[in-house]
């Protein structure tokens, strides 16, 4: 069974910074690529970064780009977003997302619980 717990959230002051971790189990870590993705209050789903299964590529939306390093390691089965200048928009749930194929492309099929980001002074 594939499990991605999600942790690291917490409140933080804007232009403050937090790192996210994912921890996988259930599959093959090395072998997908996966993502994040994020929902702000009242909000509809927003992806984040992306990276490849050997995390030699990243992409990012524009909203984060300059700011967030999306970054895995796959010895350790964890997937990490270290966000940093952080602003109140960045408030949201941010969950952790695994593609069914090594290069982030088409639909996720599995998704963590979340982990609160709250940017907030």
């Known amino acids: 069974e594939v499990q991605l717990v999600e942790s690291g959230g917490g409140l933080v002051q804007p232009g403050g910074s937090l790192r996210l971790s994912c921890a996988a189990s259930?599959?093959?870590?090395?072998?997908?690529?996966m993502s994040w993705v994020r929902q702000a209050p009242g909000k509809g789903l927003e992806w984040v970064s992306g990276i490849n299964s050997g995390g030699g590529s990243t992409t990012y939306a524009d909203s984060v780009k300059g700011r967030f390093t999306i970054s895995r390691d796959n010895a350790e089965n964890t997937l990490y977003l270290q966000m940093n200048s952080l602003k109140p928009e960045d408030t949201a749930v941010y969950y952790c997302?695994?593609?069914?194929?090594?290069?982030?492309?088409?639909?996720?099929?599995?998704w963590g619980q979340g982990t609160q980001v709250t940017v907030s002074s």
């Open positions: 997302s695994k593609y069914p194929y090594s290069d982030p492309q088409g639909g996720y099929d599995s």
């Open positions: 259930g599959f093959t870590f090395g072998l997908y690529a």
